[in-house]
């Protein structure tokens, strides 16, 4: 196996996008390119020059039809209730790679590859004080669910003391059920239906991914390392609500990548 550099991963991720965008097209499912890899989009025209992943979003109903469908020579789709899955969203992977997450506890065989992630978009309630419920009650199964894959020999003593009983009652009740109960609560508020729709799909997206569905009732066309694709009608709305002034650069001090993984080139 060979260590791949920074820039040949983001290669890989690119044609990862290419044909998962491609495929999209062909059988009328919407994606839309999302957070990081939209500000690259919109403010670099391709990545973030200091991140080294691609995002993208799809409504719930799309999200399940590709899950369902995907098919591909060089790449693997690996969905939350597979044995192999670490994460709580989908991820699209190269098979002909391997990618080390320093937090996470793989067993042989079970080991990811270099991938885009795709996070379902989900309609929520209307009422914000019922938003902070939905969004609790998720956020606490998604706890639960990293609790079982993370890597306990990453923490210190402390730490694993900390995490030794939520660990053991995660692992007793299994992320497959864990799953159910979080496509259960996001199944009460259909994408279709409601006027506030959202990504919160993993442990990583806040109160904050909340907006409008008419900020997603439509496509923009933009460029990402010389390729067309798709985002969000409402994208400026969007990206102002996660992120502020987000054609503003940050601080160089902060201009790092906020993964540490390894990626390895199998063959």
Request: contains cysteine; aromatic residues 14%.
């Given at each position: 196996?060979?260590?791949?550099?920074?820039?040949?991963?983001?290669?890989?991720?690119?044609?990862?996008?290419?044909?998962?965008?491609?495929?999209?097209?062909?059988?009328?499912?919407?994606?839309?390119?999302?957070?990081?890899?939209?500000?690259?989009?919109?403010?670099?025209?391709?990545?973030?020059?200091?991140?080294?992943?691609?995002?993208?979003?799809?409504?719930?109903?799309?999200?399940?039809?590709?899950?369902?469908?995907?098919?591909?020579?060089?790449?693997?789709?690996?969905?939350?209730?597979?044995?192999?899955?670490?994460?709580?969203?989908?991820?699209?992977?190269?098979?002909?790679?391997?990618?080390?997450?320093?937090?996470?506890?793989?067993?042989?065989?079970?080991?990811?590859?270099?991938?885009?992630?795709?996070?379902?978009?989900?309609?929520?309630?209307?009422?914000?004080?019922?938003?902070?419920?939905?969004?609790?009650?998720k956020h606490l199964l998604y706890k639960m669910f990293s609790y079982i894959v993370i890597d306990v020999k990453a923490y210190s003593i402390r730490g694993k003391l900390a995490f030794g009983i939520p660990i053991l009652i995660s692992k007793c009740i299994g992320k497959n059920l864990i799953m159910k109960r979080i496509d259960k609560i996001s199944a009460r508020y259909p994408?279709?239906?409601?006027?506030?729709?959202?990504?919160?799909?993993?442990?990583?997206?806040?109160?904050?991914?909340?907006?409008?569905?008419?900020?997603?009732?439509?496509?923009?066309?933009?460029?990402?390392?010389?390729?067309?694709?798709?985002?969000?009608?409402?994208?400026?709305?969007?990206?102002?609500?996660?992120?502020?002034?987000?054609?503003?650069?940050?601080?160089?001090?902060?201009?790092?990548?906020?993964?540490?993984?390894?990626?390895?080139?199998?063959?």
């Open positions: 196996m060979r260590e791949l550099s920074f820039e040949e991963i983001k290669k890989y991720e690119l044609d990862i996008l290419k044909e998962v965008a491609e495929f999209c097209d062909k059988n009328n499912l919407r994606y839309f390119l999302a957070f990081g890899t939209l500000i690259g989009a919109v403010r670099h025209k391709g990545f973030i020059p200091w991140d080294d992943d691609i995002d993208i979003q799809m409504p719930r109903e799309d999200y399940n039809k590709f899950i369902q469908t995907f098919e591909s020579e060089n790449y693997k789709l690996v969905q939350p209730y597979d044995k192999q899955a670490k994460h709580t969203i989908a991820k699209v992977i190269d098979k002909r790679t391997l990618k080390i997450e320093k937090s996470i506890k793989y067993k042989k065989g079970e080991e990811l590859g270099i991938d885009v992630d795709i996070f379902p978009i989900d309609g929520q309630p209307y009422e914000e004080k019922e938003f902070l419920k939905y969004f609790n009650k994408y279709e239906e409601n006027d506030y729709v959202g990504s919160t799909s993993s442990l990583y997206e806040g109160v904050e991914n909340r907006t409008l569905k008419q900020w997603y009732d439509g496509t923009a066309e933009v460029d990402f390392e010389g390729y067309k694709f798709k985002a969000p009608v409402g994208y400026c709305e969007i990206l102002t609500q996660l992120y502020g002034n987000y054609m503003q650069l940050p601080p160089e001090e902060q201009r790092v990548t906020h993964h540490s993984n390894h990626c390895y080139l199998k063959y």
